[in-house]
């Protein structure tokens, strides 16, 4: 008979480790994913869709560590992880449109410092 790794033997607590396996490989994957996207494709919009993925996934690796160390048991680290990670989304949507704000303005800067030479 197979067990699952998120499932406790009989008689046995569920441990935080065996509860956050799954998401701390999914968010390594996730991060893999977005770095080998990021690095292979040719068109921009890729490019930026792999650097998002690929902050995601670091982020959440360490979100999801974190949660770990943090949480009581199992039934707290599966309580708090999704609001953790959700946070994890906002953050770095939020660190690349500043990115791209930012890259916008320096691009501006420069044409126009550079019209009036």
Excluded at 64 to 90: E, P, Q, R
């Amino acid at each position: 008979m197979a067990t699952s790794v998120a499932q406790p033997r009989a008689g046995q607590q569920p441990s935080v480790f065996r509860a956050g396996l799954p998401y701390g490989v999914a968010t390594l994957a996730v991060g893999v994913i977005g770095a080998y996207v990021a690095v292979t494709t040719a068109s921009t919009a890729a490019a930026v869709a792999g650097v998002a993925l690929g902050l995601f996934g670091a982020y959440g690796a360490i979100v999801t560590m974190v949660t770990a160390y943090y949480s009581k048991d199992a039934a707290d680290f599966k309580s708090k992880i999704h609001k953790a990670l959700g946070a994890t989304a906002v953050a770095v949507v939020s660190q690349i449109i500043s990115t791209v704000a930012e890259a916008v303005l320096n691009n501006l800067i420069g044409k126009w410092l550079s019209g009036k030479k």
